[in-house]
């Protein structure tokens, strides 16, 4: 265990809850370093592998009953759009950061919850570079796109 993490492994509470091998201080630089035209593939190359190698982490079949729902929406709010996408989108330099934070917590949820709880196919069984590929221009145009 580093000297940063706290005794239960994880880096901070954030990480905790979304599986996230780092510190959620650094999700934003992982994903802004480099093209500012790949930021959605690599928000979600990042998200995916580790809810992956996670069984699905937060979106755990588990997470599919009414207090999961409950979870779910507590997890959307302190630490996927707060903690995670304000800061990408900030360092992004993008307008209305709220909402588009929303969108993007909108389809990272959905894509969740159909791959590690619902289990839909193929979303369930796809390969993580075809699942992104086929999920992140819908990411990187509420990054970095137009909104209407």
Known sequence: MGKNEPSGGWPDPVAKVLRLPFAARDFAEKVVTGSINEAGRRTLYLLIATWDLAEGGPFAASAIGSAGLAKTVDIVETTLSGPLLNPVLKRLGADDVKLRAALCASQLVGLGIMRYAVR?????????????????????????????
């Open 120 to 148: 839909t196919e193929p979303l369930h069984s796809m390969d993580i570079d075809e699942l992104v590929d086929a999920a992140a221009p819908t990411i990187q145009r509420y990054l970095t796109g137009g909104l209407s």
